[in-house]
């Protein structure tokens, strides 16, 4: 194996260095006139006739608040026209919270997501790291709306979609946003000292991992107002992009890898407190492996199973290639099991060879079973957040949140 993908090599980190600086470059046009985020095509130019959207906008936020802490030469500056873009066009200043977005000519779209609220709880907790003007009044703001609307208490996890008004909550319950409502609340405990909110993320953790131990760890995704799964959500639409049908290896990984931070952090000289978290951390990353990495006759993790681990969506997408990247080296990092240092040189080569666009720049988003590019779910190239984590997160501390582990590390170098 190449010393390139090789964990802890200097030919692995000068790999990953390179990747994160040409990743923050290629982001530089995004920002519209009023802040939220163009669209980006193939070659990271805008692509104004798609629209723009709040989660796309706060992950600015957050990617180029990391970058303010790596020297990246204009981050304050692009952080700060995302700041913009959720403190004014993308922020309901008549019924609260973030609309999920803006259409080309400026109408905004319908209904309030959880998940987009909390990327901007993400995004205003990264850009007070930074010390960006106005982040501290946003994240007061973005947890007071999600406490309001997004928090079930009695649950212990979060509703999904109201309509733009609040005042009538969809039935649909929903993992995806839980998922992000973790990694959001452990930003808001690392970045503002916030730690009920840890204690929230762990409410979450435990239902997801009781779901998961009864279903062989293939994570159902879909629920009713009940919290009953749905199995069989969007079979006839299987490659949908937040609802798709059956198990999505992906989340599975980013799941494996938000328990362990949750677990680090949480048990921090207690060894017994955490191995049952993360013993599940390490059962649903080896389910995700054995089910859709190379499961169907070429390389790369397929996008959906079926509930008996067979592919069922077998396009590869990025995020889901990122986040197997991070998940492999924070379980090698917390276990020191060598299959998981195996995997992460596996899951590189992979990524410089089929998804890495060494032409226009960032990551191939889309790709079929072929490693073709395909654009039916994500065409161009307009999220930076995962790939730049996975270059950042196998570096960094496991039991912090990116952006705190990336000052932290700066500051003693």
Known sequence: MNKKYQLDTNENK?????????????GHQFPSPGGSAWYLKEDGTPWPERNRETYETARMVHVYSIGTFLGHKGSEE???????????????????????????DNTNLPDKLCYAHAFVILAASSALTAG??????????????????FWD???????????????????????????HTVEAFLAAADCAGKEIYRERAGRIIRRVIGWAKDNNWRIPEHYTSSWEPDLEKNIEKPDDPFKPYGATPGHGLEWARLITQWAMSTFKDDE???????????????????????????????????????????????????????????????????????????????????????????WF????????????????????????????????????????????????E
Not at 14 to 26: G, I, N
Not at 321 to 333: D, K
Request: charged residues 25%; proline residues 4%; aromatic residues 10%.
């Open 14 to 26: 000068e790999f990953m260095d390179q990747m994160c600086r040409d990743l923050l470059a290629f």
């Open 78 to 104: 692009l952080a700060d026209a995302a700041l913009r873009g959720l403190q004014e066009e993308l922020h309901d200043k008549k019924n609260g919270g973030w609309y999920v977005g803006v259409t080309p």
């Open 132 to 149: 960006r003007p106005g982040a501290q009044e946003l994240l007061d703001e973005a947890l007071k709306t999600f406490e309001e609307r």
């Open 153 to 179: 208490e009695k649950e212990g996890l979060t509703f999904d979609t109201w309509n733009t008004e609040f005042t009538v909550l969809d039935d649909y319950r929903g993992l995806n946003a839980n998922m």
């Open 272 to 362: 017994e407190g955490r191995a049952p978290f993360l013993e599940a951390a390490e059962n649903l990353f080896q389910r995700a492996v054995a089910d859709a990495w190379n499961a169907d006759g070429a390389p790369g993790i397929a996008y959906t199973t079926g509930w008996d681990g067979k592919p069922c969506v077998h396009d590869r997408m990025h995020w889901t290639l990122a986040e197997a990247i991070n998940t492999a080296a924070v379980l090698y990092r917390v276990t020191g099991k060598e299959c998981y240092a195996e995997r992460f040189a596996e899951f590189l080569q992979y990524l410089d060879e089929k998804v890495l666009d060494h032409v226009h720049g960032s």
């Open 365 to 412: 988003h889309q790709l079929d079973e072929h490693n073709q590019v395909k654009e039916t779910v994500w065409p161009g190239k307009p999220d930076l957040y995962h790939a730049l984590q996975a270059t950042l997160i196998p570096y960094h501390r496991v039991d912090l949140s990116i952006i705190c582990a990336v000052k932290e590390q700066q500051g003693t």
